[in-house]
C-alpha cells in the first residue's frame, strides 16, 4: 500500500483523470477493478471506464462489487465509501475511497451526447435564451451531460488489438495522452504503472 502511494508521489506528473477503455469482446470485471483500485492508489482522482458494448455500464453493480472487494482487500480500507457517480445520473452507489470519483461510460455517452448538447442548444436559440454566437468551446462542455463535474481526460489506457478508442468520448479527447496495451486480461500493476511512467515522461506540445 505504501509502495503505491510513493509510487504517485515519484511520477512527475500523475494524470487527474483516467480513461480506461476496453477493445476486447470479453471484458473481465476483476481485472478493471483491479486497475480502477491501482488509479485509487496512487492518487488519481477521476476514472472514466468505458467498452464499446456498453458492458460494464449495464452491469455496474457487478463491477461495484468487484471493486469494493478488491478496494477492501487491496488497500485494506474500511467501510467508509465514497459515492459513485454514473453517467446516466439514474444509478448511484457508494463503493470508492481515496478521493476518487468513477463514471462508467458507453457509447451513448459519446457522440448520442454531443448530438443531445446540440438539440439543447437549438432549442435555447429558438427560445431566444442564446444566440448562435454564444456556441463555444466552452458552451459545448458545459452542455455535454455525459461528463459533467469531470475534468477532460488527461491519459486514457486502451486495452485490445484495436487501433480506435471506438467511441469513447470523442469531444473530450481532443489533447488526451493515449497508450495502447496489449490486453487488459491479468494485467500487472508493473504494467499499470509502466503506462503512468510513460505518460510522465511525455511532452505535450497541445497542438504546437
Known sequence: RQRWRADGRALRKLPVHVGLVVTEEEPSYADMASLVVWCMAVGISYVSVYDHNGIFKRNNSRLMDEILKQQQELLGLDCSKYSVEFANHDKTGQVLNCQSTLKVLSPEDG??????????????????????????????????????????????????????????????????????????????????????????????????
Open 111 to 208: 457522440k448520442a451526447d454531443i448530438v443531445k448538447a446540440a438539440q439543447n442548444f437549438c432549442q435555447l436559440v429558438a427560445q431566444q435564451q442564446r444566440t448562435h454566437s454564444d456556441l463555444d468551446v466552452n458552451m459545448l462542455d458545459n452542455l455535454l451531460s455525459s461528463t459533467h463535474g469531470f475534468p477532460d481526460p488527461d491519459l486514457v489506457l486502451k486495452f485490445g488489438p484495436v487501433d480506435s478508442t471506438l467511441g469513447f468520448l470523442p469531444w473530450h479527447i481532443r489533447l488526451t495522452e493515449i497508450i495502447s496495451l496489449p490486453s487488459h486480461l491479468n494485467i500487472s500493476y508493473e504494467e499499470f504503472f509502466s503506462a503512468l511512467h510513460h505518460y510522465a515522461g511525455c511532452e505535450q506540445r497541445w497542438g504546437k
